[in-house]
């Protein structure tokens, strides 16, 4: 008997994703910044959009709730938009400076190290000659602020006596940022002490005659080298432990990252309370201009089918935005209930929620929840925290209770704060400390943790007290 192989068709149901839908979840997922810059840019683009301030347009769009479809466009919906849509010069103004100060916060395009370092020279009296030679020097100064090429080289290339070009180096390591033009660590750390006066200190001493017992942190080879106390070396360590080893890392073309909440938690008379930065995104409603272009009746047909497919875009995005908005605001509340002990007592009392308990409590998709606080931050009573923070799941317990990973941190973060700075704490240590609290963790967890609390060693935490 021949087996065959024969298609089956079965009925099947699928969501489909229209263009509008794709819009609603890429706009969810935005944080503020990448939204404003959507926004802005959808502005540019289409011609029907522009912007108004809050007072200006009170309910943008009244006839369209956050779950409603659009049919096609008529002037009977177009004219629902003309409601309260003449601007107030003076709120104007106050949007306009409101958006240009939150604007500020984010840098334009950074200043390299090279260019910071070239504007300090070039405000020195200096000869052509040494201009020159200052320039080619910083030219070579890595990212990190070190100069790469031997000093001889400057000298034979320019025919300037190797005393002159190691002048022109001095002057360049008393630019900003402190170790600037150094040759090596050695010279960074010396070039920072001496720019906060501490030439004659005993780090500086160290730093200079006993580099190399530095580097290994021998404390006691130092003491006795230095005929001084323990005390006063450990002392000279923390100094030399706050000086910048990398000191032109803070200059690149890379911009600097600005954190910007998208909602915030805040106690009011007792409660607490969320809210949106909605006043940081562009307000936008349909131009009058081109309303009244849509209702005419002696404009060509295809300049109408024109509107009617950006009006339709215009709204879908109004929509989109609106529907982010009260998505991210319920989800915010959620967890501000249900972590109220967490707001009230701080980050040790932090509970280890789930996608599908917020996802119940809102009445929202595992998925569309886990979109919402993508990549977003919040404002609390103990600073800027990513929402996917409140998402980590925590560590399952043997009473099959988890606890958040953030709890288990600010545990970890106690303990060290109150130990013997002698005899400070190792992992395992630490691991039996959270023990008796209740709290049973792996080693190797906890020194992941410690490490990302950016807390060193326990060997390495005594030699720096």
């Not at 070239?118 to 020159?132: F, G, V």
Request: hydrophobic share 35%.
């Amino acid at each position: 008997m021949e087996t065959r192989i024969q298609p089956v068709q079965k009925p099947e149901q699928r969501l489909a994703l229209t263009p509008q839908i794709r819009l609603g979840l890429h706009i969810l997922q935005m944080p503020l910044p990448e939204l404003q810059q959507f926004v802005e840019q959808q502005v540019q683009e289409n011609p029907v959009l522009e912007e108004t301030s809050a007072s200006s347009l009170s309910t943008p769009l009244a006839s369209v709730g956050p779950h409603e479809a659009f049919g096609r466009m008529d002037v009977a919906m177009i004219e629902q938009l003309e409601q309260n849509d003449e601007p107030t010069a003076s709120t104007d103004q106050e949007e306009d400076r409101a958006k240009q100060a939150f604007r500020e916060q984010f840098p334009t395009q950074p200043t390299t190290l090279t260019e910071h370092i070239l504007r300090q020279l070039h405000c020195l009296d200096l000869t052509p000659a040494e201009q020159t030679i200052g320039e080619k020097i910083i030219e070579n100064v890595d990212p990190n602020g070190y100069l790469e090429v031997p000093l001889e080289g400057f000298a034979k290339d320019t025919g300037t006596p190797l005393a002159d070009v190691e002048r022109v180096l001095g002057l360049i390591q008393e630019c900003n940022p402190p170790g600037v033009g150094a040759r090596d660590l050695r010279e960074c750390l010396l070039i920072q002490l001496r720019s906060v006066g501490k030439g004659e200190a005993l780090a500086f001493q160290i730093v200079h005659d006993h580099f190399e017992l530095v580097k290994k942190r021998d404390l006691k080879a130092i003491t006795r080298q230095c005929s001084v106390s323990l005390e006063e070396v450990q002392g000279a360590f923390r100094e030399i432990q706050a000086l910048d080893p990398k000191p032109g890392r803070a200059y690149g073309a890379t911009p600097v990252s600005v954190l910007v909440p998208d909602a915030m938690i805040e106690r009011v008379d007792g409660t607490y309370e969320v809210s949106l930065r909605r006043e940081e995104i562009p307000r936008l409603r349909i131009s009058r201009y081109y309303r009244n272009l849509f209702k005419d009746s002696t404009a060509p047909e295809e300049v109408k089918q024109y509107l009617r497919q950006k009006i339709e875009g215009a709204l879908w995005l109004m929509k989109a935005i609106g529907q982010r908005n009260l998505t991210l605001k319920e989800i915010v509340r959620c967890i501000a209930c249900l972590e109220e002990e967490f707001l009230d007592e701080g980050p040790a009392h932090l509970k280890p929620l789930t996608l599908e308990q917020v996802a119940q409590l809102v009445g929202r998709h595992k998925s569309t929840v886990s979109r919402a606080v993508a990549n977003k931050y919040v404002q609390t009573p103990y600073g800027i925290m990513r929402l996917e923070a409140f998402f980590g799941g925590g560590l399952r317990q043997e009473s099959g209770k988890a606890i958040a990973e953030q709890q288990i941190k600010a545990e970890l973060q106690a303990f060290i704060e109150a130990e013997n700075p002698l005899t400070p704490l190792s992992d395992q240590e630490l691991t039996e400390a959270l023990k008796a609290r209740g709290i049973t963790v792996a080693r190797r967890t906890v020194a992941k943790y410690r490490e990302e609390l950016k807390i060193l060693p326990s060997h390495l935490r005594k030699a720096i007290r």
